[in-house]
């Protein structure tokens, strides 16, 4: 007899061939078969708690690895669940594949056990989905939202595997012969890159070369196209001062003497050519308008994708992979180059700035604040991460006033070691995205900074870094809520739930460093400089998950950082 193959099987032999190593997900009816399938062939199946984080961890995967992170979620509440982190991955442009088990075809609109139109529900947020109707099917499926994730713009993709679908049986070589048909058929014009139109190149220089106050702005499009070292030559060879993004630093240190960072209000304001790559202009860059950026500044954007650029409606857009136009530009200028000079006045202004800037920061950073401000923590955190050296930690940020200051603070000087909220500002996102860097960069510890109220999003999932043993250190900021505690006015303190908590407010003094001790973890409670000097010291030595609960004063934070006036 024959051997045969079911589709639970099938599935994973085509994600193995993909190369897909990695998946994340939670199991149950009707894909749990097909966990076990994909681990026997060699992918690693990080389990979650919750298919949110699951799918935080799946999007960030993919931008760390530029391989689509893979989600297997179960049917009906499963997949909305795992829409999250689908959405997310669409936002931020990362490649990402959601895999959902979903009811059995004979019974649609019968109302079947966990029964929805999951191909309607994930629409708004998945770029190309499939489903594989019948196992046939599923070779040509598997290969099509993998290629898709990664064409073009990356973003999410979906795969739709009915239960009936997954039991259904083929023969061994019957299998095989499926597999070689539709690796053969993949489209290949989806995984080549867009052709560079040089004299837009040409373009490009010229306008920096003319420029009195050129400015480079690179975000996590640079990043994700791997274009640190062509970034690097470019700026260092015409002394062009940069600006990255939040999840842009990095790509050059931070303490780079070019760097505008620290003088970013100046330095948008005032460019007159601002070269954009890989970073699009909306909120976070102020949508590249007045009064934020000058009203004659000329936007040269570079992004992968045309219609990006033809929403934006810059002075010049270049369609093209962020790492080969920065390296065609780099070499254009070689050939006829030119450099501003740290003399150059608008060289000048910018570091005098920055300087500026960064001493009157240091002096609020100087300050031992007990109770604990925002500042005197991160800068203690920030010493401790430095001290490491190379491979730099992959950090994590998430929360208003915690990543809002973390951001200025906290410095980042290797390419992706840095993982916030993102384009979406989406948060409970930290979790998933430690266990998804522990996960692809194994060489380096991680370390979340996040606010108590983005810590108990995804909570749990202390478990899975436990469960996995992951080198992950969280650092909670405990404010006791949302921004902080109580922030009402009496005015506002009135009706029959009046004596209710305020929604801002949680358990005061809440011990999140217990939930390790539940697991067999390590958690720590600081209140001051010395406990929260020597929890890092502990933890960023051991390497094991650990918890770091650091009491901060409730009122010492602001309503969404810097974003109040959008309440």
Same mark, same amino acid.
């Given at each position: 007899?024959?051997?045969?193959?079911?589709?639970?099987?099938?599935?994973?032999?085509?994600?193995?061939?993909?190369?897909?190593?990695?998946?994340?997900?939670? !199991?149950?009816?009707?894909?749990?078969?097909?966990?076990?399938?994909?681990?026997?062939?060699?992918?690693?199946?990080?389990?979650?708690?919750?298919?949110?984080?699951?799918?935080?961890?799946?999007?960030?995967?993919?931008?760390?690895?530029?391989?689509?992170?893979?989600?297997?979620?179960? +049917?009906?509440?499963?997949?909305?669940?795992?829409?999250?982190?689908?959405?997310?991955?669409?936002?931020?442009?990362? =490649?990402?594949?959601?895999?959902?088990?979903?009811?059995?075809?004979?019974?649609?609109?019968?109302?079947?056990?966990?029964?929805?139109?999951?191909?309607?529900? !994930?629409?708004?947020?998945?770029?190309?989905?499939?489903?594989?109707?019948?196992?046939?099917?599923?070779?040509?499926?598997?290969?099509?939202?993998?290629?898709?994730?990664?064409?073009?713009?990356?973003?999410?993709?979906?795969?739709?595997?009915?239960?009936?679908?997954?039991?259904? @049986?083929?023969?061994?070589?019957?299998?095989?012969?499926?597999?070689?048909?539709?690796?053969?058929?993949?489209?290949?014009?989806?995984?080549?890159?867009?052709?560079?139109?040089?004299?837009?190149?040409?373009?490009?220089?010229?306008?920096?070369?003319?420029?009195?106050? =050129?400015?480079?702005?690179?975000?996590?499009?640079?990043?994700?196209?791997?274009?640190?070292?062509?970034?690097?030559?470019?700026?260092?060879?015409?002394?062009?001062?940069?600006?990255?993004?939040?999840?842009?630093?990095?790509?050059?240190?931070?303490?780079?003497?070019?760097?505008?960072?620290?003088?970013?209000?100046?330095?948008?304001?005032?460019?007159?050519?601002?070269?954009?790559?890989?970073?699009?202009?909306?909120?976070?860059?102020?949508?590249?308008?007045?009064?934020?950026?000058?009203?004659?500044?000329?936007?040269?954007?570079?992004?992968?994708?045309?219609?990006?650029?033809?929403?934006?409606?810059?002075?010049?857009?270049?369609?093209?992979?962020?790492?080969?136009?920065?390296?065609?530009?780099?070499?254009?200028?070689?050939?006829?180059?030119?450099?501003?000079?740290? +003399?150059?006045?608008?060289?000048?202004?910018?570091?005098?700035?920055?300087?500026?800037?960064?001493?009157?920061?240091?002096?609020?950073?100087?300050?031992?604040?007990?109770?604990?401000?925002?500042?005197?923590?991160?800068?203690?955190?920030?010493?401790?991460?430095?001290?490491?050296?190379?491979?730099?930690?992959?950090?994590?940020?998430?929360?208003?006033?915690?990543?809002?200051?973390?951001?200025?603070?906290?410095?980042?000087?290797?390419?992706?070691?840095?993982?916030?909220?993102?384009?979406?500002?989406?948060?409970?996102?930290?979790?998933?995205?430690?266990?998804?860097?522990?996960?692809?960069?194994?060489?380096?510890?991680?370390?979340?900074?996040?606010?108590?109220?983005?810590?108990?999003?995804?909570?749990?999932?202390?478990?899975?870094?436990?469960?996995?043993?992951? =080198?992950?250190?969280?650092?909670?900021?405990?404010?006791?809520? !949302?921004?902080?505690?109580?922030?009402?006015?009496?005015?506002?303190?009135?009706?029959?739930?009046?004596?209710? =908590?305020?929604?801002?407010?949680?358990?005061?003094?809440?011990?999140?460093?217990?939930?390790?001790?539940?697991?067999?973890?390590?958690?720590?409670?600081?209140? @001051?400089?010395?406990?929260?000097?020597?929890?890092?010291?502990?933890?960023?030595?051991?390497?094991?998950?650990?918890?770091?609960?650091?009491?901060?004063?409730?009122?010492?934070?602001?309503?969404?950082?810097?974003?109040?006036?959008?309440?």
């Amino acid at each position: 007899m024959a051997e045969k193959v079911d589709g639970n099987t099938l599935v994973a032999m085509c994600l193995a061939r993909a190369g897909v190593d990695k998946m994340f997900g939670v !199991v149950g009816i009707p894909v749990t078969s097909l966990a076990n399938r994909a681990v026997a062939l060699g992918v690693r199946f990080i389990a979650f708690h919750n298919e949110q984080s699951a799918g935080y961890a799946a999007s960030a995967y993919g931008y760390l690895t530029r391989r689509p992170g893979v989600l297997l979620t179960v +049917s009906g509440p499963g997949c909305v669940h795992g829409l999250a982190g689908l959405s997310n991955a669409a936002a931020n442009a990362w =490649p990402m594949v959601m895999i959902s088990g979903s009811s059995e075809q004979s019974y649609t609109g019968r109302g079947d056990f966990q029964e929805l139109d999951q191909l309607a529900a !994930v629409k708004p947020f998945s770029k190309f989905s499939a489903k594989a109707t019948d196992i046939t099917k599923i070779p040509t499926s598997v290969f099509s939202v993998i290629d898709w994730a990664v064409a073009g713009r990356p973003g999410g993709t979906y795969l739709d595997l009915p239960s009936d679908v997954l039991h259904q @049986t083929v023969d061994e070589s019957a299998a095989e012969r499926l597999i070689t048909e539709a690796l053969n058929s993949r489209n290949k014009d989806l995984i080549e890159k867009p052709r560079i139109n040089y004299s837009e190149i040409q373009k490009a220089v010229e306008l920096l070369r003319t420029a009195q106050r =050129p400015l480079i702005v690179f975000g996590k499009g640079a990043a994700y196209a791997r274009a640190e070292s062509e970034l690097t030559k470019l700026v260092e060879s015409t002394g062009i001062p940069f600006l990255p993004t939040p999840m842009g630093k990095g790509l050059l240190p931070d303490t780079h003497e070019l760097a505008a960072t620290a003088a970013r209000s100046m330095a948008i304001g005032k460019c007159d050519v601002a070269l954009v790559v890989g970073a699009r202009l909306n909120w976070l860059l102020h949508f590249g308008e007045p009064p934020k950026w000058s009203k004659d500044v000329k936007f040269i954007l570079v992004d992968i994708c045309r219609e990006e650029i033809e929403l934006r409606k810059p002075c010049l857009g270049i369609v093209g992979d962020a790492k080969d136009v920065v390296g065609m530009i780099h070499k254009e200028i070689k050939d006829d180059s030119f450099c501003l000079g740290k +003399s150059h006045p608008w060289v000048e202004a910018i570091r005098n700035k920055s300087k500026d800037n960064v001493a009157k920061m240091e002096v609020q950073l100087a300050k031992n604040v007990v109770p604990f401000n925002f500042m005197t923590p991160m800068r203690i955190i920030r010493d401790a991460i430095l001290g490491i050296g190379s491979p730099a930690p992959i950090l994590v940020s998430e929360g208003a006033n915690t990543m809002d200051i973390g951001r200025a603070v906290l410095v980042q000087t290797e390419p992706r070691t840095r993982l916030d909220a993102g384009t979406w500002g989406t948060m409970g996102v930290g979790l998933g995205y430690c266990i998804a860097a522990a996960v692809a960069s194994p060489d380096r510890l991680v370390v979340a900074v996040e606010g108590d109220s983005g810590f108990g999003f995804s909570a749990m999932e202390v478990e899975t870094l436990v469960r996995y043993q992951l =080198p992950v250190v969280v650092i909670v900021f405990n404010n006791g809520g !949302v921004y902080g505690g109580d922030r009402r006015n009496p005015d506002e303190i009135s009706g029959p739930y009046k004596d209710d =908590p305020a929604p801002t407010s949680f358990v005061p003094g809440a011990a999140y460093h217990r939930l390790l001790d539940a697991f067999g973890g390590k958690g720590y409670l600081a209140a @001051t400089p010395d406990e929260l000097k020597s929890a890092l010291d502990e933890s960023f030595s051991a390497r094991k998950p650990t918890v770091i609960n650091v009491t901060i004063d409730p009122y010492a934070g602001a309503e969404s950082g810097r974003l109040q006036h959008k309440n």
